[in-house]
C-alpha cells in the first residue's frame, strides 16, 4: 500500500557532505511527522531529526548544527542533509513516516534503509 524508498548514502571521508533522501508512494491521502533514525552495529535505532508538515524540526544533539531536515510535502518526500560527517556517523539510516491512507487507516512506515559509511 505504501513505499519509502531511500537514497543517497555512500562512502564519504571525515569531513564530507552525503544528501539522503526518502520517497514514500502509495495510497497517500497525507503524511504528518517525517524522520531520519539511525542503527549503528550493536547500537539501537535512534532518532537522528524529524519534521512536522508545517516544518517545525528537532534534531539529536550529535546532529545539531550538522544535518538539517527538509521536507517537499507536494513530493512526499523528506531529506536529510549531512555536513561535517563524521566516523561516529556510520550507520544505516532509515526514514519514517506517519502515513494517513485513502482508507482512512494511520500508520507509521519505515524506509528500508540506506547504509552512511564515514572513513577517518
Known amino acids: 500500500q505504501v513505499q519509502l524508498v531511500e537514497s543517497g548514502g555512500g562512502l564519504v571521508q571525515t569531513g564530507g557532505s552525503l544528501r539522503l533522501s526518502c520517497a514514500a508512494s502509495?495510497?497517500?491521502?497525507?503524511?504528518?511527522?517525517m524522520g531520519w533514525y539511525r542503527q549503528a552495529p550493536g547500537n539501537e535505532r535512534e532518532l537522528v531529526a524529524a519534521?512536522?508538515?508545517?516544518?517545525?524540526?528537532k534534531y539529536a544533539d550529535s546532529a545539531k548544527g550538522r544535518f538539517t531536515i527538509s521536507r517537499d510535502n507536494y513530493r512526499n518526500t523528506v531529506y536529510l542533509q549531512m555536513n561535517r560527517l563524521k566516523p561516529e556517523d556510520t550507520a544505516i539510516y532509515y526514514c519514517s513516516a506517519r502515513i494517513v491512507l485513502l482508507s482512512g487507516t494511520t500508520d507509521n512506515y519505515w524506509g528500508q534503509g540506506t547504509q552512511v559509511t564515514v572513513s577517518s
Open positions: 519534521i512536522s508538515r508545517g516544518g517545525d524540526t
Open positions: 502509495g495510497m497517500i491521502f497525507t503524511i504528518g511527522d
